[in-house]
């Protein structure tokens, strides 16, 4: 049987993903289990024993916050929108 390499730096296991994200590794499980936008393992023995590219995860995380928090709007557009003094 082969056996899943350690910890590489460019891979992570579920509890790595979940030390990333601040969860626990049981809803990391679930994620991978359910979520259809969570990234598939890279490799893998069984649903406990996985591995999955830590830059596809990272990307994920980004993404997601993207998606929740909106376009980020700048500084200067923000300067503009704001009332000024003479007011």
């Keep these: 049987m082969a056996a899943i390499p350690p910890d590489d730096g460019k891979t992570v296991s579920t509890s790595g993903i979940a030390a990333l994200l601040g969860m626990s590794p049981a809803t990391i499980r679930a994620w ?9 393992p890279c490799m893998g023995l ?7 590219d ?10 997601l916050r993207a998606k ?8 200067e557009a923000q300067a503009s ?7």
Excluded at 46 to 52: A, G, I, M, V
Excluded at 68 to 75: D, E, H, L, T
């Design 54 to 63: 830590r830059a596809t995860i990272l990307a994920w995380r980004d993404e």
């Design 32 to 40: 991978a289990d359910t979520r259809e936008d969570f990234p598939r």
């Design 68 to 75: 929740i928090q909106g376009p980020a709007v700048s500084s």
């Design 46 to 52: 069984s649903k406990r024993t996985r591995r999955w």
């Design 81 to 87: 929108t704001a009332p000024s003094s003479n007011e």
